[in-house]
C-alpha cells in the first residue's frame, strides 16, 4: 500500500474582502486562474497555488465558530491536494495518527471535489482535498485551469 507523499500545493489566505483581495493579487503579478469558481480567487504561485477566500467561509468550512476566530483561527489553510479520495482518508489517518486535531473529517463537497480539515500543535489550519477539476501532476504538481 502505497502512502500519499508528503507536500504543500495550495495556500488559502482568509480575507475580508475578497474583490479587493483578487484585485491587490493581480497587481502584484499573480495570473488569476479558476475563473468560473465562484466566492473565491485563485493564482498560480510557481509549483504552489494561493487562493483567497472570505475568512468567515473559510472558517465554516473547516467548522470553527465565528465567534473562535480571533483566538483560534488565524485566517489561513495549507492544502494538501490527493490523486484520490482514498488518498484524502490516508492522510488525514495520518495527521490524527501524528497528534493532529481533525477539525473536519473528510466529505463529498458541493464543488465536487472531498475534502477534510486537521490543525498542527499550534493549531495551523490544513485542508486535505481531492478535487477532480484541478488536476496534480506525477510529482503531485497542482496546476490550475485557466
Known sequence: MNEPDAHLSLVTLGVSNL????????ALGFRRKAKDSVGVGFFQAGACAIAVWPSQELAKDA???HENMAESFRGVALAWNCHSKGDVDKVIKRAKGAGAV????????????YTG???DFD???WEVAFNPHFPLD???RLALPD
Open 102 to 113: 481533525v477539525r473536519k473529517l473528510a466529505k463529498d463537497a458541493s464543488w465536487g471535489g
Open 138 to 140: 506525477g510529482e503531485g
Open 19 to 26: 474583490p479587493r483581495s483578487i484585485a491587490f493579487y493581480e
Open 63 to 65: 467548522n470553527i465558530a
Open 123 to 125: 493549531g495551523h489550519l
Open 117 to 119: 480539515y486537521f490543525a
